[in-house]
């Protein structure tokens, strides 16, 4: 069982958007602003996708955004393209303790 | 670039010491944090801990008792141990950069450790 919730799968056609969320706490989602998204690939390393909720790192396209309200946080892709196909996972920092929580992944699935 | 590569043997004893190391190119490891997380089948990530290139460490409570962290700085390296490993160790293990507070911004791709007799 992860920290963060998400739902296991997800999916949308070429051009459409599609939403994905992650669940926490008071402690980890709904008490900072370090919430982060990450592409992963079978076989390759984790991609950072959006991070500090709403932040795109460069070169990530302006398809990809975020957001946050209260304990949950929203990746959203618009305009699906057949490459987005991918896992998706949320982390979000938990204090200095637990320092970063992750979900479970979203498969995401363009048709 | 910044690329992480994770080494080490990918089956491992009950009761022994899991090892492995991730190996740094594309930057410099006497800069950032420096962290391990891992995926065991069907479940989600959680981070193991993290150590800064001045050699402090910080682990998650839950396997704080099992677990070190070390950094090699001539070669651009940083390690894991986890001791008296069991089958729910079984993994792919994950090394991370991060500059302070997540994100984690580079990743390796993730080595399977099996832990089996």
């Known amino acids: 069982q992860s920290a963060l919730t998400q739902p296991p799968s997800a999916s949308g056609s070429p051009g459409q958007s599609v939403t994905i969320s992650c669940t926490g706490t008071?402690?980890?989602?709904?008490?900072?602003?370090?919430v982060s998204w990450y592409q992963r690939h079978p076989g390759k390393a984790p991609k950072l996708m959006i991070y500090?909720?709403?932040k795109r790192p460069s070169g990530v396209p302006a398809r990809f955004s975020g957001s946050k309200s209260g304990n949950t946080a929203t990746l959203t892709v618009s305009g699906l393209q057949a490459e987005d196909e991918a896992d998706y996972f949320c982390?979000?920092?938990?204090?200095?303790?637990?320092?970063?929580?992750f979900g479970g992944g979203t498969k995401l699935t363009v048709l | 670039q910044v690329q992480l590569q994770e080494s080490g043997p990918g089956l491992v004893k009950p009761s022994e010491t899991l090892s492995l190391t991730c190996t740094v190119s594309?930057?410099?490891?006497?800069?950032?944090?420096w962290s391990w997380i891992r995926q065991p089948p069907g479940k989600g990530l959680e981070w193991i801990g993290y150590?800064?290139?001045?050699?402090?460490?910080n682990y998650n409570p839950s396997l704080k008792s099992r677990v070190t962290i070390l950094v090699d700085t001539p070669k651009n390296q940083f390690s894991l141990e986890l001791n008296s490993v069991t089958a729910a160790d079984t993994a792919v293990y994950y090394c991370?950069?991060?500059?302070?507070?997540?994100?984690?911004?580079?990743w390796g791709q993730g080595t399977l450790v099996t832990v089996s007799s």
């Open positions: 008071s402690s980890d989602i709904g008490g900072y602003y370090y």
């Open positions: 982390g979000s920092y938990a204090g200095n303790n637990n320092f970063v929580v």
């Open positions: 150590i800064y290139h001045s050699g402090t460490t």
């Open positions: 594309g930057d410099s490891i006497s800069r950032y944090y």
């Open positions: 500090e909720v709403t």
């Open positions: 991370a950069r991060h500059k302070g507070p997540p994100p984690l911004d580079y």
